[in-house]
């Protein structure tokens, strides 16, 4: 059945890196696709799938138990056996590759992170922002968030190319475990203390970025070091997520050229 809320367009773009139905997703796992997401029908026990999760986990893509109404408004083939894949396109990084990547270029790391990004236009939009800016890399949560889809990389213009993307279990831990690194975490707040031009982001800094509608979670906040706030001059009182991170970004970059 398919799902009429959902415009052409959505659907056009949904169906780019579609893999349906057990056999063709097992092949792609098997020949090392980079697969960014697995949807599994809710309630099934089939073994069949059970191996199928098992091995989409241990390539580190998610798993996502679903209603078996949105496999259907997904499928393009209307023959998905319960489980449609994702692919990605390209491997997700590791945050230890977007460290090497500052210490190789000899300057100190500039990071973006993302916490719960999930529309694929905006994940795009700050990566070709990140590029753009000579950032290190990008880091976004595995759960809750978009991924290396191929909407994300139209939307980057071929970013997705150039910068890596990092995918993280945990973003609170990898957040303190950048902290451990000697990296400073600032966090964006509407109503923090300090604006981002009172801040010293020249030394190493990952620049946090909260989701579209709620900002960051709560435990993500709570380990940044630092909260800054984007001066708001109008009406209104925040700004897209990816105009947000072009904004902190370019005044790190600002800092480190002037």
Not at 42 to 56: F, N, P, Q
Not at 84 to 93: D, G, K, M, T
Not at 149 to 170: D, I, L, P
Not at 190 to 196: K, R, S
């Amino acid at each position: 059945m398919e799902d009429k809320h959902r415009s052409w367009r959505e659907r056009q773009e949904e169906d780019d890196g579609i893999i349906e139905g057990r056999n063709a997703v097992i092949e792609a796992l098997r020949a090392g696709t980079p697969i960014d997401k697995v949807y599994i029908a809710r309630g099934e026990t089939d073994a069949a799938l059970g191996h199928i999760a098992a091995k989409a986990k241990a390539a580190g893509a998610a798993v996502v138990d679903c209603d078996r109404r949105k496999l259907d408004a997904m499928s393009v083939t209307h023959a998905h056996q319960g489980v449609i894949a994702v692919a990605a396109v390209r491997a997700y990084a590791t945050v230890a590759d977007i460290l090497n990547e500052a210490k190789e270029k000899g300057e100190p790391p500039l990071i973006l992170v993302c916490d719960e990004l999930s529309d694929p236009h905006n994940l795009g939009a700050v990566i070709r922002t990140a590029e753009c800016a000579g950032a290190h890399g990008v880091i976004i949560p595995k759960r809750r968030s978009a991924g290396l889809t191929a909407v994300v990389a139209k939307t980057s213009a071929g970013a997705v190319s150039h910068v890596k993307v990092a995918r993280v279990t945990n973003l609170t831990n990898c957040l303190k475990e950048l902290k451990e690194a000697g990296v400073w975490v600032y966090g964006t707040a509407a109503g923090a203390q300090q604006t981002i031009y009172q801040a010293d982001l020249r030394g190493p800094a990952a620049i946090v970025i909260g989701s579209e509608g709620d900002g960051m979670s709560r435990l993500v906040r709570e380990t940044c070091d630092v909260l800054l706030a984007i001066p708001m001059r109008g009406k209104l009182n925040s700004l897209n997520a990816s105009v947000a991170a072009a904004i902190l970004i370019y005044e790190a970059v600002r800092q480190r050229i002037g």
